[in-house]
């Protein structure tokens, strides 16, 4: 805790007597006092548990979270850059994603079944690497930011197939008759 003369407290003791001097320094103690008032604050500015909404998408920008936006919720967005800010460093990888679609299915089960691996040159399979998951719910309202979030997490030449509570939702059907459209929509 700063004394409220802080300032005025650093100067020698005859100078303390002058009272022009004293109310000279008073102008540059009380812009003293709004930055210093600035930095105190700035852990909590940058901390997703009480930054502005505002600054919480921000933050989510910055590493990454293109899809989170003022439609979702102020606490999944919140939790989103806590959880995914932690998920930077396994991107791309098996443990990464069953950590992120655990984080969207709300914290319930999630599974991934995929067809990756590490091979001897000449010796990888010729078709590209698939990745099947399943989750029981999606705490996002659309399913396309579920999806959209999944491919850009995967590896470009990776083909997924997701079930959401037990419905395929990619890809999507060919009975659909309008899944070119939807893959579009998706991206």
């Known amino acids: ?13 005859g100078m303390t007597e002058d009272d022009f001097l004293r109310r000279f320094l008073s102008i540059f ?5 709004s ?8 852990d909590d500015v940058f901390d997703p548990t009480v930054a502005p909404n505002s600054l919480v998408r921000e933050m989510g920008r910055w590493i990454g979270l293109e899809w ?21 460093r396994w991107r791309g990888t098996r443990r990464g994603m069953e950590a992120l679609l655990r984080f969207m299915s709300g914290g319930t089960e999630v599974l991934i079944d995929d067809t990756g691996g590490i ?16 989750m029981e719910q999606s705490i996002l309202t659309h399913t396309a930011d579920v999806v ?18 037990g419905e395929i939702v990619w890809p999507p059907s060919d ?8 893959t579009e929509e998706v991206r």
């Open 148 to 165: 959209r979030i999944i491919r850009s997490e995967l590896p470009a030449s990776v083909t997924f197939q997701l079930a959401i509570g």
């Open 68 to 88: 989170l936006d003022s439609s979702h919720d102020d606490e999944i967005q919140r939790q989103a850059v806590l959880e995914y800010a932690q998920l930077l």
């Open 119 to 134: 091979y001897a040159e000449g010796e990888a399979p010729r078709e590209a690497p698939h990745v099947r998951m399943a």
């Open 35 to 42: 930055i210093l008032t600035q930095i105190d604050v700035l």
């Open 175 to 182: 009975q659909s008759g309008g899944s070119e459209r939807e």
């Open 29 to 33: 103690q009380t812009i003293g006092d």
């Open 1 to 13: 805790m700063r004394r409220d003369d802080w300032l005025l407290h650093q100067l020698p003791v």
